[in-house]
């Protein structure tokens, strides 16, 4: 029976021979966001070791040197001998490492990590060729005590409350970094970690006192590169090497998004492009090599399904996307069965659809008098969600419509527009324009993976960690006291 | 003949220039600016607000509606002080400490405005003071407090303790909302009156003002 070991899971598996891969996957937890029908790279894989013959599906969506490269679709995959693969679902900044970054190398190895409000990933890198070498992903286990920000800042405002997230995010970071020795990786040549995240991670991390920003006027003054030792953290590499929390740029924004612009590049770019992270506390940052202004814009959690009627989060039975034949629309659900609920993407493709169909107003009304769509199997479409969807889509189109205005741009101007974080890289592009929560031309827009854990990586090869360059071209701007963002806001709430 | 029946129309269908050209031929034409707002002005805003509970209208049409609502009382608010109408009650609004989200507030306002209640806004960042301030200087008869955030939402119970501890709590009613705010919260601080929504806030405070 082949064996299959799964990247950056740290699993192996075993089937019977000729059983598909996909299905194989999905009974271990691996889902991915498509209808696995061979159409799109929904849920590309990479064969790191041994040989997968290739389907006519994967000779049509993978160019030459991706097939060379390993790429393959789970969905047309079968187990034929031992394998080991790497889920792109995970490891989408892995891919950005194709996009050839040129660095400096350095001695050792360097770890990146990308410390999220409800994920975490690391990965293990030799600083003298840039290689990743490994990549582990886990919870944040912070998540105990809410799911979003303020909650978690508001238990770091309690007595004690500070401490315990520390030492919590502390130790599973530790955990992820055993996972490499684990693999028998030198970790005793680790020369230097750096860890980006949001503003709020960065001051639980670093112990920085949060009452400022759980409170008026959600701001801190501490923003700037804190310096910690692997032994302070006890994290299972030598006691003195440095650990580096990257800079915060202002406000809600923290050095995710710092991370995000070396990524990207914006700060070198000629004209004007956008870095969008659409999540619960969406991020737009603007600019171009003379300036950069950024903002948060609290869009709410519509885009993980949360506040939804039968909203879900991207898992087995969530429609997740939505197509039309002959006027008939059909839903698809992740892995292929039942559905049982509604997640983000599915949400924007489905009311995208249903505009185009004429059955939901420009003004967000459901037509023709009703209060709900029937989907598929027991699941619906409420007018309320398509309200939910307006309060979040137009707090992102209205925020970037403010920086644009600052700068006496429109969304044509922008030469290039990233879209970041998990959402971003599964949401519908076409579906995003048509409902507004895009407002550049299609064309234009580019998913860019996890440019978190890109620019952490980046930075590895840095030596001022201050990134006192870029951080000066960086201005802030809080919407909450822009006189024009409510117009803004509520002007992009229609579709 | 000024045709009120459209100035109700435009206020429900947001068209703010309609709205005021009507009201000025109405008021040209001598017709009782008490029957402009309590047969028209008032009926329609309660239209936009059954529209809105029923999901049938959002936020956006919420606000033209309110605007043009607005316009049309522009032209009236001189003529009312004049011929001596007395308004519901006097109401202060505000967003409570440290909370900056005002758009929820605005609306409250506006409906309860299109209620025939008179408005002190306080603005956002209200602090338990300024509330206060506002009983003792306005004489206002109902507080509204909205907060949008779960580390804001403290401040409410904050206010209402100032109103005991400055012996006005038997003076005035207290209203709340806000994303965040539940009735049981409302019950827990001892607050007079919630509502999920600016519709359902006028007939709330109407209750509270004891006129309906
Ligand atoms: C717009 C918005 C903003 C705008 C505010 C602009 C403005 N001028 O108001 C900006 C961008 C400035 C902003 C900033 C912040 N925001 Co904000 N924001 C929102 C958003 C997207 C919509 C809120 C809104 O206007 N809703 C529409 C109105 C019409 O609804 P409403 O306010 O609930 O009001 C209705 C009822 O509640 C009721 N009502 C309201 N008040 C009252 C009062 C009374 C007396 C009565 C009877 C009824 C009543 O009637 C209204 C009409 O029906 C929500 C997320 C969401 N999708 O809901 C987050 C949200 C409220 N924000 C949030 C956060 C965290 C913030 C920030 C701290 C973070 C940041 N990223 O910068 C800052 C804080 C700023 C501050 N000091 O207040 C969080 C709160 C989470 C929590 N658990 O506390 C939310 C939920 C988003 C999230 N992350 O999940 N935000």
Same mark, same amino acid.
């Given at each position: 029976m082949p064996k299959i070991q799964l990247d950056p899971l740290g699993v192996v598996i075993e089937l019977a021979t000729g059983a598909s891969i996909n299905d194989a996957l999905f009974a271990h937890g691996v889902e991915f966001?498509?209808?696995?029908?061979?159409?799109?790279?929904?849920c590309r894989v990479r064969v790191t070791e041994g040989a997968a013959p290739m389907s006519a599906a994967d000779q049509k969506v993978f160019s030459d040197e991706e097939l060379a490269t390993g790429w393959r679709l789970a969905c047309t995959m079968r187990a034929t001998s031992d394998l080991r693969l790497q889920l792109a679902a995970y490891t989408a900044p892995v891919l950005a490492d194709e996009t050839a970054f040129t660095f400096t190398p350095r001695d050792g190895l360097g770890i990146a990590i990308d410390l999220g409000t409800t994920t975490l990933v690391a990965q293990l890198l030799d600083l003298s060729t840039g290689a990743v070498l490994a990549v582990r992903s886990g919870l944040n286990?912070?998540?105990?005590?809410?799911?979003d920000l303020m909650s978690r800042l508001d238990k770091a405002t309690q007595e004690g409350g500070l401490d315990e997230l520390a030492v919590q995010i502390h130790q599973a970071l530790a955990e992820l970094i055993a996972g490499f020795a684990d693999e028998r990786?030198?970790?005793?040549?680790?020369q230097r970690a750096v860890v980006v995240g949001n503003t709020a991670m960065h001051h639980l991390f670093a112990r920085r006192n949060c009452d400022s920003l759980a409170r008026y006027?959600? %701001?801190? !003054?501490?923003?700037d590169l804190s310096e910690h030792r692997a032994d302070e953290l006890g994290?299972?590499?030598?006691?003195?090497?440095p650990v580096f929390m990257l800079p915060d740029l202002g406000g809600y924004v923290g050095s995710d998004l710092l991370a995000g612009i070396l990524a990207t590049r914006l700060h070198e770019s000629e004209h004007p492009v956008a870095l969008l992270d659409l999540g619960t506390n969406g991020e737009v940052v603007l600019g171009d090599r003379h300036g950069i202004q950024v903002t948060s814009t609290a869009a709410g959690p519509a885009f993980e399904?949360?506040?939804?009627?039968q909203g879900m989060r991207a898992?087995?039975?969530?429609?997740h996307a939505c197509s039309v034949h002959g006027g008939v629309p059909s839903y698809q659900v992740i892995g292929g069965g039942a559905a049982r609920g509604i997640c983000g993407s599915g949400l924007v493709d489905i009311v995208a659809t249903c505009l185009d169909l004429g059955?939901? %107003?420009? !003004?967000?009304r459901m037509a023709h008098g009703v209060k709900t769509i029937p989907l598929r199997d027991e699941v619906v479409l409420d007018q309320t969600d398509i309200r939910q969807l307006q309060l979040a889509k137009g707090a992102i189109a209205g925020g970037l419509a403010v920086l644009l205005a600052r700068r006496g741009?429109?969304?044509?101007?922008?030469?290039r527009v990233y879209l970041a974080g998990a959402f971003g890289n599964y949401v519908n592009q076409s579906a995003g324009c048509r409902i507004g929560l895009l407002t550049a031309p299609p064309e234009h827009i580019t998913t860019a993976g996890n440019t978190a854990l890109l620019g952490a990586k980046l930075a590895l090869?840095?030596?001022?960690?201050?990134?006192t360059a870029i951080r000066s071209l960086v201005s802030h701007v809080s919407l909450k006291a822009d006189m024009e963002f409510q117009d803004r806001y509520v002007e992009a709430m229609s579709f | 003949m000024a045709d009120l029946d459209s100035l109700k129309e435009a206020v429900i269908s947001g068209d703010a220039n309609t709205a005021k050209a009507v009201t000025e031929a109405a008021v040209a034409e001598g017709i009782d600016v008490q029957v402009i707002v309590s047969d028209y002005l008032i009926p329609a805003m309660d239209e936009v607000g059954r529209r809105f509970e029923a999901n049938e209208y959002f936020v956006p049409e919420l606000l033209i509606g309110a605007r043009a609502m607005k316009t049309s009382m522009a032209v009236l608010k001189p003529l009312l002080a004049d011929s001596g109408v007395k308004p519901v009650a006097k109401v202060a609004i505000g967003t409570v400490?440290?909370?900056?989200?005002d758009i929820g507030k605005n609306l409250v306002a506006s409906m309860l405005e299109g209620g025939g209640f008179e408005i002190v806004d306080l603005g956002v960042d209200v602090s338990p003071e300024q509330f206060i301030q506002s009983v003792q200087?306005?004489?206002?008869a109902i507080i509204c407090m909205s907060a949008l955030l779960t580390t804001t939402m403290g401040s409410m119970k904050d206010t209402i303790q100032a109103l005991n501890a400055a012996g006005l709590r038997d003076k005035v009613q207290v209203m709340i909302g806000g994303a965040p705010i539940t009735q049981q919260y409302a019950n827990e601080i001892g607050a007079d009156g919630y509502s999920d929504n600016a519709s359902a806030a006028v007939s709330c405070a109407r209750k509270l003002a004891k006129v309906a």
């Open positions: 966001p498509c209808g696995a029908k061979g159409r799109c790279r929904g286990p912070q998540a105990v005590h809410g799911a990786h030198p970790l005793e040549r680790v006027p959600f %701001e801190s !003054s501490e923003m994290w299972p590499l030598p006691p003195a090497t399904g949360a506040g939804i009627q898992s087995t039975g969530a429609i059955l939901v %107003e420009a !003004s967000g741009l429109e969304p044509k101007d922008l030469g090869f840095e030596d001022d960690l201050a990134f | 400490k440290g909370d900056l989200h200087e306005s004489g206002v």
